[in-house]
């Protein structure tokens, strides 16, 4: 039996695991990918974590995993398939056919990017179509390319492609951003960014890649744009599937829970993108495995004595 277990090895989760070993919790990280450090690795450059500005997504990844790993963090890399409370403490099953015993659980699953579901998206992925620009952007050099989202994420991804591509549309369906005004300003900075607004795209076209996008204005005019990628950026869908009887959600799927992680569950808590808050950055994600421990400890103190 573990004091507590902590599902996703993301920002949150690992944040997590460092407290966790520091407070001699006896405790897992249960991870889907191996190795694994989250979104944080997609991201070519980071500006916004203190102290290490400029740094390389992955490299700071790989700081955060370890760290977790130097206090002696233990990770299984398995998928959890479903959670259930027991008498006194939660199960946790896995897709390898284990069951896991622990009195608390920080869950910090975190978020899959969302999907435009228009035709020719599925089709085309992996030939044109794409959802990290940090990933496939090297591979558009010279090329056209488009950006789908008006967040902090689409216009960063503009600014990417516009270092490899001859040419980026970034299209919005509103009039205005929703990113923050240091990253606007360097999009209207860069020649070759064309900001296309009040429009979504409707379809994806091609042959054995994406040839064109067609776009859809809010006056229903439609107009057909050769491009040779398109990358999706449109936000997140949490993933909470599994929460969903055991713990209240928003009308968003995201858990309930404040700064502390607690949530309506029992010995439930929660970190990270997963859960209702203003600001999903790398910087909150590690304040909320933080606080989760700590949340986590009290329960201990108070109900497993």
């Known amino acids: 039996m573990y004091d507590c277990i902590i599902l996703g090895s993301g920002c949150a989760g690992l944040s997590a695991a460092i407290y966790a070993q520091r407070a001699k919790f ?3 990280v249960i991870e889907k990918i ?16 203190m102290g290490l500005y400029g740094e390389n997504g992955f490299s700071l990844g790989m700081k955060f995993r370890e760290h977790a790993e130097k206090l002696g963090t233990q990770f299984i890399e398995a998928t959890v398939t479903h959670i259930e409370k027991a008498d006194n403490h939660w199960n946790i099953l896995t897709d390898d056919g284990k069951t896991w ?20 998206e599925k089709e085309y992925t992996g030939k044109g179509v794409s959802y990290c620009a940090v990933c496939d952007g090297a591979f558009y050099r010279k090329k056209v390319v488009a950006v789908v989202g008006g967040g902090d ?20 369906r509103r009039n205005d ?18 900001c296309i607004m009040n429009s979504n795209v409707t379809k994806i076209s091609g042959e054995r890649r994406v ?35 055991i713990a209240e959600l928003d009308d968003n799927g995201y858990v309930k ?15 990270g993108d997963v859960r209702t808050k203003v600001l999903r950055q790398v910087i909150t ?6 606080n989760c421990v700590f949340s986590v400890e009290n329960y201990l103190r108070e109900k497993c004595r």
Not at 35 to 44: D, L
Not at 285 to 290: L, Q, T, V
Request: hydrophobic share 40%.
């Open 101 to 120: 015993e622990s009195k608390t659980v920080i869950y910090a699953l975190g978020t899959q990017r969302r999907k435009l579901g228009i035709t020719g």
């Open 26 to 28: 006896n405790n897992i």
């Open 177 to 194: 951003f929703r990113a923050n005004r240091t990253v606007q300003e360097n999009i209207q900075s860069v020649n070759n960014i064309e």
């Open 285 to 290: 994600a590690a304040s909320d495995g933080a």
């Open 211 to 245: 040839k064109s996008i067609t776009l859809k204005n809010d006056m229903g005019e439609e107009t057909e744009i050769a491009v040779n990628g398109v990358f999706v950026a449109i936000g997140s869908i949490p993933n909470t599937k599994i929460l969903e009887s």
């Open 153 to 172: 994420t689409a216009l960063s991804d503009a600014l990417l492609l516009s270092k490899f591509a001859e040419k980026v549309y970034l299209i919005h």
């Open 34 to 49: 191996y190795k694994g450090a989250g979104q944080i690795t997609e991201s070519e450059r980071v500006d916004n974590y």
């Open 257 to 271: 829970a404040d700064e502390t992680g607690i949530t309506t569950a029992d010995g439930l808590f929660v970190a």
